[in-house]
Nanobody
Framework: QVQLVESGGGLVQAGGSLRLSCAAP????????MAWFRQAPGKEREAVTT????????NYADSVKGRFTMSRDNAKNTVSLQMNSQKPEDTAVYYC????????????WGPGTQVTVSS
């Protein structure tokens, strides 16, 4: 069982920054595919970005390119999402997710953390 726990959400003004973190079990972040998803009220969940076991990030959503950056800290077993130049449309519940290499679906999820961007 892979237990993920997000932290760092909160309220920020438009143009501001927040940094989310996701704590994972030992050796998860550098052996699983890790990702950040978000779900805004009344909308479907969307993938924000993905990171493979080699630490290469891919598939940033067009809406966050150039503003959001995913990183990881192998020593702390965490992945992070640095969110800059935030917009009200970034308001959502943000989820950390993981899947084994070769598995299609992300089957491990954190409980989510709320991010609210005020205009």
């Amino acid at each position: 069982q892979v237990q993920l726990v997000e932290s760092g959400g909160g309220l920020v003004q438009a143009g501001g920054s927040l940094r989310l973190s996701c704590a994972a079990p030992v050796r998860t972040v550098n052996s699983y595919v890790m990702a950040w998803f978000r779900q805004a009220p009344g909308k479907e969940r969307e993938a924000v970005t993905t990171m493979n076991g080699s630490g290469i990030t891919t598939n940033y959503a067009d809406s966050v390119k150039g503003r959001f950056t995913m990183s990881r800290d192998n020593a702390k077993n965490t992945v992070s999402l640095q969110m800059n130049s935030q917009k009200p449309e970034d308001t959502a519940v943000y989820y950390c997710a993981a899947r084994r290499v070769g598995v299609q679906q992300f089957n491990y999820w954190g409980p989510g953390t709320q991010v609210t961007v005020s205009s």
